[in-house]
T-cell receptor
Framework: EAQVTQNPRYLITVTGKKLTVTCSQNMNHEYMSWYRQDPGLGLRQIYYSMNVEVTDKGDVPEGYKVSRKEKRNFPLILESPSPNQTSLYFC??????????????FGPGSRLTVL | AQSVTQLDSHVSVSEGTPVLLRCNYSSSYSPSLFWYVQHPNKGLQLLLKYTSAATLVKGINGFEAEFKKSETSFHLTKPSAHMSDAAEYFCVVSAATGRRALTFGSGTRLQVQP
């Protein structure tokens, strides 16, 4: 089944404790992206990747890192989480970066709480 | 630059009555427009997308949207609401150039009353 998977789905952590949220897609998509969803703000892009080893900042990159060593995986790293990073995180992928009409497929979301 | 405004944060309808969720956009380029739906505690599912072909776009579950360039609108409609339509709906614009970020509206929560 074609899908985007994320882990963990739920996490409660404390300020300053490094964590990684994994994202994997099995559709051989070039483009991957991370979003965060906060009430009343819709989804905002954190980072994106056009292909392996090519990543760039989105609208709200502060406090986050990403890497794209393999086409299928795009982990989101919080080096020193803070309470303002409490949010619902979505990973998404689409076939081709160069086509704006491509559908982005979303993972199920990861709900992160930072105390 | 691009932006999306969903004109209603909450819409309540009775089962069997029409649904109208309103969306206005602005974009410097010819946009691609999408509607996504998010059911409670679920991920985002694509309902339909406009990609500069037909201005009336049909999606899944009986939803439609009409692209009106003169009004910069992309309203979502359904002739007859079903209880299972209760969810949050996001209007989304994708730029024709640049980093392909999707710009999301703030969402419209649809309630369907029995």
């Amino acid at each position: 089944e074609a899908q985007v998977t994320q882990n963990p789905r739920y996490l409660i952590t404390v300020t300053g404790k490094k964590l990684t949220v994994t994202c994997s897609q099995n559709m051989n998509h070039e483009y991957m992206s991370w979003y965060r969803q906060d009430p009343g703000l819709g989804l905002r892009q954190i980072y994106y990747s056009m292909n392996v080893e090519v990543t760039d900042k989105g609208d709200v990159p502060e406090g986050y890192k990403v890497s794209r060593k393999e086409k299928r995986n795009f982990p989101l790293i919080l080096e020193s989480p803070s309470p303002n990073q409490t949010s619902l995180y979505f990973c998404a992928s689409s076939l081709c970066f160069s086509t704006s009409t491509d559908t982005q497929y979303f993972g199920p979301g990861s709900r992160l709480t930072v105390l | 630059a691009q932006s999306v405004t969903q004109l209603d944060s909450h819409v309540s309808v009775s089962e069997g009555t029409p649904v109208l969720l309103r969306c206005n956009y602005s974009s410097s380029y010819s946009p691609s427009l999408f509607w996504y739906v998010q059911h409670p505690n679920k991920g985002l599912q694509l309902l339909l997308k406009y990609t500069s072909a037909a201005t009336l776009v049909k999606g899944i579950n009986g939803f439609e949207a009409e692209f009106k360039k003169s009004e910069t609108s992309f309203h979502l409609t359904k002739p007859s609401a079903h209880m299972s339509d209760a969810a949050e709906y996001f209007c989304v614009v994708s730029a024709a150039t640049g980093r392909r970020a999707l710009t999301f509206g703030s969402g419209t929560r649809l309630q369907v009353q029995p």
